[in-house]
T-cell receptor
């Protein structure tokens, strides 16, 4: 068990560029979650998957955001036409279905200049 | 919708002493889970302790214990014998039962500094 892995750890981009983050969950976990954490705040839920199905999306997930989990293993989160307000830490977590404990990755810190 | 409030943005404690972090929440659910997560500087969030709402007994994990008051919707964390490694952001979080969706709702966090 290597834990939840997120790449890259840091991403600096210019406003208007597209970025993609990757999350590799704990191998046997069927559920995968994305959260966004702005500086000094608690994480906010964005979306979650059960296997390859995206079951819920927050209103925070604007049209510029898209998440996929094509084979029910790793997931990607893409932000198109980045804005300065997208600067945040993007956290991924995973869990077994119908279990309440989520295990978090170290996050991807995005800075939009 | 659920809300979680942590009213202490920052706290400090001397090493070996005891500190209590406060958390209140609002929900219309009768069954749910509550958590305290720890986020050390530049490191990943880890679970400290969890409480199931239908259990009246307060959860304990070594030096960490909770005071769960369901009627008051209060869920405080007590850290005994504080250690330098306890320095971190602490987040209180709420979750509806897993079969009703698993998303966590977090409070704004409390920054705890343990002083030598």
């Amino acid at each position: 068990d290597t834990g939840v892995s997120q790449n890259p750890r840091h991403k600096i981009t210019k406003r208007g560029q597209n970025v993609t983050f990757r999350c590799d969950p704990i191998s046997e976990h069927n559920r995968l979650y994305w959260y966004r954490q702005t500086l000094g705040q608690g994480p906010e839920f964005l979306t979650y998957f059960q296997n390859e199905a995206q079951l819920e999306k927050s209103r925070l997930l604007s049209d510029r955001f898209s998440a996929e989990r094509p084979k029910g293993s790793f997931s990607t989160l893409e932000i198109q036409r980045t804005e300065q307000g997208d600067s945040a830490m993007y956290l991924c977590a995973s869990s077994l279905v119908n279990e309440d404990i989520q295990y978090f990755g170290a996050g991807t810190r995005l800075s939009v200049l | 919708a659920q809300t979680v409030t942590q009213s202490q943005p920052e706290m400090s404690v001397q090493e070996a002493e005891t500190v209590t972090l406060s958390c209140t929440y609002d929900t219309s659910e009768s069954n749910y889970y509550l958590f305290w997560y720890k986020q050390p500087p530049s490191r990943q969030m880890i679970l400290v302790i969890r409480q199931e709402a239908y259990k009246q007994q307060n959860a304990t994990e070594n030096r960490f214990s909770v005071n769960f008051q369901k009627a008051a919707k209060s869920f405080s964390l007590k850290i005994s014998d504080s250690q330098l490694g306890d320095t971190a952001m602490y987040f209180c979080a709420f979750m509806k039962p897993p079969n009703a969706g698993n998303m966590l709702t977090f409070g704004g966090g409390t920054r705890l500094m343990v002083k030598p």
